[in-house]
Structure formats: C-alpha cells, structure tokens
C-alpha cells in the first residue's frame, strides 16, 4: 500500500560540495592572479620616454601622408 520512504543518496550531496569546492577554487586563483598582474603593472610602470613623446608630437603636427589637405 504505502511505500517506504526512499533513501537519499549521499553521493550527490557530495559531488555537488566538490564541484562548488573546485569552482571556488579557480575563482579564487583567478582573482589573485588577476589583481596581483594589476598591482604588479601599477608599480613597474615606466614613464613615457622623450623620444616617444618626440614621435608623437611629430605625428601630430605632420599629417600622414597621402591624407587630402
């Protein structure tokens, strides 16, 4: 007449705990790594040279050729 109450299955319940355990690693070394590169970047960035600057100004000031006037 009635069933008898099914048993749950522990596996699942553990294999979800581990996907998420594994997805929350990557998101945390994704993270760090991610915000340590900007860290990095910000503290060795290297100020524009002379001769870029020089470079620049002159492309300003000469319009490429073969561009109408």
């Known amino acids: ?13 553990v294999a ?4 998420i355990a594994i997805l929350l690693v990557i998101g ?3 993270y760090n790594a991610i915000r340590e590169k900007r860290e990095f970047d910000s503290q ?13 100004a002159a492309t300003a000031i000469k319009p ?3 561009t109408a006037q």
């Open 1 to 13: 007449m009635n069933k008898p109450p099914r048993k749950k299955n522990p596996t699942f319940g």
């Open 16 to 19: 979800v705990f581990i996907v």
């Open 28 to 30: 945390t070394i994704t």
């Open 44 to 56: 060795n960035a290297t100020p524009p040279s002379i001769s870029s600057e020089a470079a620049a």
């Open 64 to 66: 490429a050729s073969g």
